[in-house]
């Protein structure tokens, strides 16, 4: 199962998404939580896309590039 959510972190308000994978591998759950920033603070969505990868859409904040739409790689 993937899923993404905001997470606030510490006292300083500072707000970040985070990518959460939760998988069960013979019986075994696990946890995986992945902090997905950009360098430019630009917004990020994430869809599921075909099997063991995500889709993530950036909108950038610079006016002068396009939007990006790209496939990414989980490990679960």
Do not use: H
Request: glycine letters at 8%; aromatic letters at 8%; charged letters at 25%.
């Amino acid at each position: 199962m993937i899923f993404n959510c905001l997470q606030v972190l510490g006292n300083e308000g500072i707000i970040q998404w985070i990518l959460g994978i939760v998988s069960c591998i013979n019986g075994k759950i696990t946890e995986q939580k992945i902090p997905l920033k950009s360098e430019d603070g630009s917004d990020m969505s994430i869809t599921p896309a075909k099997k063991g990868y995500i889709m993530v859409y950036e909108t950038f904040k610079d006016k002068d590039r396009n939007p990006e739409l790209r496939l990414e790689k989980i490990n679960y």
